[in-house]
Each structure stands twice: as structure tokens, then as C-alpha cells.
């Protein structure tokens, strides 16, 4: 399946939407801590100060622990240093000029250095592979895990990282990576070199990580508002 969009709008060209992601979730992850199973974050936290709930609709709000992807297991399974993490205090982003560079720069790099491709075409299998870009290619899931780890290289906390699964506009499974900021949840996509909010993405928001322990997931539920291919973030800014 392909879509071409302008790139002039800052819109990457697609042909791995159908089948991006699976929503098949997994029964157990043995790889967190078992304390953090019980205790899911109920505030945002600022580099350990608690943010106000004024910014609470630029949020999106969510609700208990749910399946875990099979993809996020598989990746655990073959990469366990990566999950094997202590759970730690919900922590957001403080937007400034500098992390919005960042955040910029980092999506727009994997963007254009990852090469398009099925999960199906690449691993063979229509069991959903999530994966760094180990041979410059992937899906979705590559992209935004790709970004996840060159977010963290840089300095900023995995509590504010999160891998987010959604339907797109044509209803299609697809993952991104949200960001928690002081400012709202802002969307790394790999279809998009531009960064939006959550709710201004038109996607419908299924699960992504806890912030506190990345190998609980819980539920989301919600249309992110209507699709705005532009948006200016900057306005945000401190």
C-alpha cells in the first residue's frame, strides 16, 4: 500500500501503513520491576516537581493497565538490557528553545535514514518485529524506537518517552512516539518530519507505555483532535 504525500508540507512518503503495527497484546512481561505493576502514575511530574493540571488538556488522559504489544515483548526478549529498567518517578520535559532543536533535529535524522519497508517484507513474517534500523530499514515501530534511543542518548529521560500505538486517519494500526512535556504530549512521527500535538493529529489513541515502568502499557481511548499537517510548536516555548 502506498501513499505519497508532499514533502513540501514536511509529510514523508509511505508505503508501510497497512500492517504497520499490531495491536495483539501480550499475556505477561517478565522483565519490570513487580512492584510498579501496582502503581501506575496518577501525576505529571517536572524533573521531580509536580506539573499543574492546567496543561491537563494538552494531555492525553489515561486509564488503567492493558495488554502489552507482542512486538514490545518479542523486543524485550531478544533485547533484555533494554527492558530490564528500575521503575522511576513520571517525569516531563521541560520545552525549551534547546529540547524543541532536539526534538526537531533527532526526528527529522531518522526520519530520512531509515528506509521505508513492511514488517512483512522485511523480517518475513506477519508477526510484528519492533527493532532498531540494524540494516537502515523498517516500519513504524523502527522509526519510533529508533527515536526513543537517540532522545535518550541525548539526555532526556526514558520516563518522558513513550512508544504509543494508534490507528491513523485510514483507521490503519500505526506507532509513534510520544513526548511528555511541561507543555502537553507532543507526536515523533515517521510519516511527518513536523512535530504536533497529541490532538492535533486526528489519530485515534489506543495504549502506550507507563511513564514510570516502560513494559506496563496502559490505556488510552481517545481521538487526538483533528489532523493539522502544520503546527507551531514554537509558540510553546518558554
Not at 221 to 236: D, E, S, V
Request: net charge positive; glycine share 8%.
Amino acid at each position: 500500500m502506498v501513499l505519497p504525500v508532499l514533502r513540501s508540507l514536511g509529510v514523508l512518503t509511505s508505503s508501510f501503513l497497512l500492517g504497520c503495527v499490531s495491536l495483539i497484546g501480550a499475556t505477561s512481561l517478565d522483565v519490570g520491576s513487580a512492584s510498579a505493576q501496582s502503581t501506575l502514575p496518577k501525576q505529571s511530574t517536572l524533573f521531580g516537581k509536580t506539573q499543574s493540571s492546567s496543561g491537563a488538556s494538552l494531555s492525553a488522559a489515561v486509564g488503567g493497565p492493558t495488554s502489552v504489544p507482542y512486538g514490545w515483548v518479542d523486543f524485550c526478549h531478544r533485547r533484555p538490557k533494554e527492558c530490564k529498567v528500575p521503575a522511576l518517578p513520571a517525569t516531563n520535559v521541560k520545552l525549551t528553545a534547546q529540547n524543541l532543536r532536539t526534538l526537531k533535529r533527532i526526528n527529522q535524522q531518522a526520519n530520512r535514514s531509515i528506509k521505508p519497508v513492511s514488517n512483512f517484507d522485511h523480517w518475513g513474517t506477519m508477526m510484528d518485529h519492533w527493532d532498531y534500523p540494524v540494516d537502515g530499514k523498517g516500519d513504524c515501530k523502527i522509526y519510533a524506537l529508533y527515536k526513543r534511543k537517540l532522545l535518550m542518548e541525548a539526555g532526556f529521560p526514558r520516563q518522558a518517552l513513550l512508544m504509543t500505538v494508534v490507528h491513523d486517519l485510514d483507521n490503519e494500526g500505526h506507532t509513534i512516539l510520544t513526548v511528555k512535556t511541561d507543555k502537553g504530549d507532543l507526536v515523533l512521527d515517521n510519516l511527518l518530519d513536523e512535530i504536533r500535538p497529541w490532538n492535533a493529529t486526528g489519530y485515534y489513541f489506543v495504549k502506550r507505555q507507563s511513564q514510570q515502568n516502560p513494559n506496563i502499557w496502559v490505556s488510552i481511548n481517545r481521538r487526538g483532535g483533528t489532523p493539522k499537517t502544520l503546527t507551531n510548536i514554537a509558540k510553546l516555548v518558554d
